[in-house]
């Protein structure tokens, strides 16, 4: 779509997710109520069909648009399979499937495909309690494929994650498919993609945190004035900019990237990076707000936990700065310190 | 909520300068070797008149510059790129740094014409090189209290006073100071003006300050006396102040600000050896992950700024990150070296290169605001003062 309408869409949801998803419905999430409204409501709105083609009963946008709508469901916390969905109608349908309704998720991980029955156990997949179908990337005899397998015919076990959503194990044992099709990525592009989902969520959820703190800061009166005129604290919220500033920075560029090489293989290196990055600075961002904030931003009541817990969960999905890392620093120390500056300068792995 | 937005919207190098890059790259490949291996480190730092005078001669000095000053009329972006590759391949650049970057701009800002033809020629052609005269012994970030006055006479101005951590001024030809040429101490940022010196001018002393490395770069310039002709006042009497704060946003969130001692990124990819164990290639892709989002949020400020915007804020976290980068780099590298390293021998050299990085750490940090200021800069930026 273009710039015009993506913003349009961008403020359209902003509102909607600042009016419909409120601390109420993120605290409800936690403590296991499923918000049915507010899923109908953005299913409504078509944004987990966002990257879905026209033809196939989706909005038509670009990688970049769906990236661009998930970086604002982090800037709210949106504790619903949101960007998990976006990203498996993605697959499903770029595997030439058809987009379903209803919550879903994608469980990426060492998949089999076998006679048209799904094998494999993936662990810590967002929301697998909570979605009607699990989106995954098989390895098969004749390459990869997209599978989609309805949450039925999986074993689930529930373990909520750390920042109070639904996550889980899932089993597949031999699992019948709703839907095979050739899969336009590979195992380890599908694992990428979710990094690069997750880097963006993190991009808005720490935009999100910057924002929170300082109008507390300005807010917040100790020995008669407020706290945000003491040099100690704007220090430290300058370097908080800082690092939100880099998790922002490193995200768009990567998305970007993604989006101009083409679904199969773009932005390979600006994802890993980007990912590397913004997990690397999550810690310093949490801890940041949490020593400006002091008590009140350690309570459950303060919403400032929607943002951090995630933060610090999202930094571990898809992929630490470790994992990451190691991925980016064994291609260049192979590639050797003469290969290292083009390299870096063309934001690609060295070859 | 009522905070600025920080935007970092991607940018792409243009092709032009894209195609630049290979040409400076081809360029650098057949100068680079005869220069030695440890004047290549400090790069900005290296002053080499032989290397300033070779990349004058293809025109990368003042590139941005009107053709009639000797310039070549191409964009920032061309010039981005001359500046990282400089930076990437660890080029002694040092002569002209600070008149390409700095001075020559402020001169066609602010200079008059006799002024232009007098300099920025034979600051293309990588001849003639600049010092930066702000600091004074009591006037470090807060400039505004400079001391060295140039008092009005028939013909121009008597100097007075004492310039520090003047970078180059022994080797360099001019120096553009900071003077108070009206009012009072107290008046602060009024009656403040820059003066374009010439270093050999009677009554200018210069006397090395070693810094802690060994290294003889700042100097300290001493005015006794020092007669400046009238010409030689830039712009208009009291603009002093304007000046200066409009230069030091030139210097901010270049290139400069993350490569400075690329090299040791380079050696440590070159001890680690081809097949890092993973807890190395871990840490060394995080450094490059790193330094890959500086170079995305640099270019992405330059973008801004070719857009005709002015991203001060942006533009202060590059240096914030940035420098702290480079604080970083060299600890890092050193402890993972010493774990990780392919050899005995290979470890050795590494953690003298590793050494002397440590050494000159401290100054990034300092140098063209420190992080304390510019995170005051941020704040304000914020809505937080």
Known sequence: MDRETRDMLLETADRFFTERCGRDVVNGVEKGVWPADFWMEIEEMGLPLIAVAEERGGAGGTLADMLAILRLAGAHAVPVPLAETALANLLVSAAGGSAAAGPGTVALGATTLAGNRLGGTVARVPFASVVQRFVTVATAPDGPKVVVVAAG?????????????????????????????????????????????????????????????????????????????????????????????????????????????????????????????ASDFAQRIAAIAHQSMGAMGFTHEHILHHYTRRLWVWRRDFGSETFWGEKIGTAYAKAGPQALWSALSASRYAA | MSIPKLEFPPFHLPPEAEALREEVRGFLKATLPGIKTEDRFASWNTPSPDFSRALGKRGW???????????????????????????????????????????????????????????LPRITKGECYFSIGMSEPDSGSDLASVRTRAEPVPGGFRVNGTKVWTSGAHRNHYCIALVRTSGQHGDRHKGLSQILVDLKTPGVTIRPIINLAGRHDWNEVTFSDAFIPESCL???????????????AFERSGPERFLQNFYVLR???????????????????????????????????????????????????????????????????????????????????????????????????????????LRGIVARGLGLR
């Open chain 1, 153 to 277: 015919n999986a074993t689930i076990t529930n373990t909520p994650s750390h920042a109070g959503e639904p996550c889980g194990t899932v089993s597949f044992d031999n699992a019948t498919c709703e839907f095979v099709g050739a899969s336009p990525v590979g195992v380890e592009r599908a694992y990428e993609l979710g990094a690069l989902m997750r880097a963006m969520q993190m991009a808005g959820a720490a935009d999100k945190v910057l924002a929170t703190v300082v109008e507390y800061c300005k807010q917040r009166a100790q020995f008669g004035r407020p706290i945000s005129t003491f040099q100690a604290i704007q220090q430290m919220l300058a370097e908080l900019a800082s690092c939100v500033a880099a998790t922002i920075a490193s995200a768009e560029a990567a998305a970007r990237d993604a989006d101009e090489g083409g679904l199969a293989d773009g932005g390979s290196f600006s994802i890993a990076a980007a990912k590397s990055q």
């Open chain 2, 61 to 119: 000095i003042g590139i941005t510059w009107p053709k009639r000053y000797g310039g070549s009329e191409r964009s920032f972006l061309d010039r981005y790129v001359v500046t990282e590759e400089l930076l990437g391949n660890s080029a002694p650049a040092g002569s002209h740094w600070v008149a390409d970057r700095q001075s020559g701009p402020l001169l066609l800002r602010f200079g008059s014409e006799e002024q232009r033809q007098a300099v």
């Open chain 2, 234 to 248: 830039i712009g208009n009497e009291g603009d002093g102040w304007l000046q200066v704060t409009s230069e030091l």
């Open chain 2, 267 to 373: 050696e440590l990819v070159r001890v680690l050896g081809r097949q890092p164990a993973k807890r190395a290639a871990s840490v060394l892709g995080r450094l490059i992950a790193r330094l890959w989002t500086l170079r995305q949020m640099s270019v992405a400020v330059a973008g801004m700024m070719q857009g005709g915007k002015s991203p001060a804020i942006e533009a202060s976290l590059v240096k914030d990150l940035g420098t702290i980068y480079q604080q970083d780099l060299p600890e890092i590298a050193r402890v993972l070296a010493e774990s990780d390293a392919t050899t005995e021998d290979d470890l050795a050299d590494f953690l003298d290169i590793a050494q002397y990085a440590t050494m000159m750490a401290p100054s990034y940090t300092i140098q063209g605001g420190t992080t304390q200021v």
